[in-house]
């Protein structure tokens, strides 16, 4: 256990940042017993009066954005809690769409620091429990909050919770959650809750899914089933049992999650018009997902870290740069499926720019050059490997930066920091 000093209430984010970083054994402890004392202690098993939880394997992030826009325009005040973040820690956190302050952070750190008292954190507990305290201090309408990993044993399971939410599931994680789909389904499916809507985005998803639910008496909507959508030609339709909404706006994130974040606000007791869907649906956004940030050359970015996601990005960039010459800039988490991954990206790539990327769970180049073609260069680093692309590339050109969160959030850190 380390002994550096304990930071106060006046100390910088970054010096508590650093001390919960060193303060437990490990990074990823699964299991709620520790997370679940410190919240029941401090009393934030209910940070809100109503609150969403949505666990899957993507688009979890897009989903609860979706919410997000369309439960502020109907004049919410919403907290919304995911991870990992892209620059800043502070991305972790929102209310009412802005990222929390250093300050309000550091006071919700320096309250669970009092109230843990001798029990041990992660510090993903730590963040979570920390995004609790600054929803109740702030007194929210709505908390959404997007699970870490898995959904049993995530410290965000400690919550008692009004919807809950899968939004898709596929093999991610091996080393802390195996490659059994069913089981996979069975842990992400550990969020829903006796007597409540439980919802998956997942068409035909593992058994597992559907038999908890039955098993613990939840109200079960699956996609295909109790929820269906289509697209029309720049529209699209949403149908729940005699429930429809029609010539919806298209959003700028996945149509999926769309849809299932239609189902999830259906089924909770919040009141929400046509107009704020059709708002929402228009508002939502979010950083790293086809998040266009140059136009000479057309530079994309995306954190598509598994072949489930990449299939969504390779869909969506044939769509909109079909017939252009495209520069790869690549970086990945050596516990993803990277010879999938990049198997699903293959197709589209021109020119590649494979990166290592740094920390415990970083792949090195090398390892991505194994499924690569034989004599592409390696790069020390995302910023490398991007910089080799921008001065290789033509203004009619694209360069996609894809992989992981780490990768377009170093790519994006450095791109703002020249002053584009």
Known sequence: MSQQPIPQATSSLEMW?????????????????RVQAVAQKSNLTKPAKHVITVAGTNGKGSTCALMEAILLDAGYSVGVYSSPHLIRYNERVRINGQDLSDQQLVDSFDFIEKERGEISLSFFEYGTLAALRAFQVENVDVVLLEVGLGGRLDATNVVDHDVSVITSLAVDHVDWLGDDIN???????GIYRSGKPAICGQPKPPATVAAHADDIRAEFYQVGIQYTYE????????????FQLEQLPIPSLPLPNAATALMALGTSELDISDVNVVNGLKNAQLPGRMQKISDKPTIVLDVAHNPHSAEYFVKQVGQ??????????????????????????APIAQHWYPASLQGPRAAKA??????????????????????????TVSEDEVILVVGSFHTVGEVLEHWQTKGN
Request: aromatic share 8%.
């Open 17 to 33: 940042l650093d001390y919960l970083t060193n303060i437990h054994t490990s990074a990823i402890d699964l299991g709620l017993d």
């Open 183 to 189: 089981v996979i389904g069975f842990e992400k499916a």
């Open 231 to 242: 697209v029309t030609v720049d529209t699209w339709n949403w149908h729940s049992g005699a």
């Open 320 to 345: 909109q740069y079909a017939g252009k010459t495209l520069h790869v800039v690549v970086a990945m988490l050596h516990d993803k499926d990277i010879p999938a991954t990049l198997g699903v990206l």
């Open 366 to 391: 090398a390892e991505l050059c194994e499924s690569l073609p034989s004599g592409t260069t390696e790069y020390s680093s995302p910023v490398e490997a991007f910089e080799a692309a921008l001065s």
